[in-house]
């Protein structure tokens, strides 16, 4: 019953290194987000994956890439980390009916030095 | 293109009052919403959502909405108040083109007194 996983929980990185956030759900869902949060600014999109395979960007998508590796798992990856994403991620996925509830991870915090 | 305002940043009851969390929204198309909370250090969980069914829509822990197209509102509420509300609230609203997407608002923080 583990639904939406992320890791790790807490990463703290240096200007300049780079670093993988790692997503995955058990619900066999197709569509799949990466969401950072900042105070006062709800959250925005930053990449999606409607479906295995694919890949758009969302809001704010510079600095970052993603890979949809299989149905199941969708990761985030930052090449050279800057204080700017200094921030709270959430990987979440979509099940498509009964009003396309969208089901969050419990958050990456991530601090950039 | 949608958009969601919620109007209230910050919001303090006292516990065992009424609550009220406002959000207005933006949309094209007839619009699926969302209310989910936060509580601190945790993800999102979802609340109730509106599907075009019932204009009221009851959701968990005793909050309900209401859809109202004519006042393009969908606002939060619920009669009483308990300690362990106190949490962030977001309205969302998805994007029914295609993508998927959904339009967070920016929260609203809800505090509750003893």
């Known amino acids: 019953n583990a639904g939406v996983t992320q890791t790790p929980k807490f990463q703290v990185l240096k200007t300049g290194q780079s670093m993988t956030l790692q997503c995955a759900q058990d619900?066999?869902?197709?569509?799949m987000y990466w969401y950072r949060q900042d105070p006062g600014m709800g959250l925005r999109l930053i990449y999606y994956?409607?479906?295995?395979?694919?890949?758009d960007k969302g809001e704010v998508p510079n600095g970052y890439n993603v890979s949809r590796l299989n149905k199941r798992e969708f990761s985030l990856r930052l090449e050279s980390a800057a204080p700017s994403q200094t921030s709270v991620y959430f990987c979440?996925?979509?099940?498509?009916?009964?009003?396309?509830?969208?089901?969050f991870g419990e958050g990456s915090w991530l601090t950039v030095v | 293109a949608q958009s969601v305002t919620q109007l209230d940043s910050h919001v303090s009851v006292s516990e065992g009052t009424p609550v009220l969390l406002r959000c207005n929204y933006s949309?094209?198309?007839?619009?699926?919403l969302f209310w989910y909370v936060q509580h601190p250090n945790k993800g999102l969980q979802l609340l109730l959502k509106?599907?075009?069914?019932?204009?009221l829509v009851k959701g968990i822990n005793g909050f309900e909405a209401e859809f109202k197209k004519s006042e393009t509102s969908f606002h939060l509420t619920k009669p009483s108040a308990h300690m362990s509300d106190a949490a962030e609230y977001f309205c969302?609203?998805?994007?029914?083109?295609?993508?998927?997407?959904?339009?967070f608002g920016t929260g609203t923080r809800l505090k509750v007194l003893a």
């Open positions: 979440a996925s979509l099940t498509r009916g009964s009003g396309n509830t969208i089901y």
């Open positions: 619900m066999n869902h197709n569509s």
């Open positions: 949309s094209s198309y007839s619009p699926s």
């Open positions: 969302v609203v998805s994007d029914p083109s295609g993508t998927y997407k959904y339009i």
């Open positions: 509106y599907t075009s069914a019932a204009t």
């Open positions: 994956s409607a479906s295995e395979g694919t890949t």
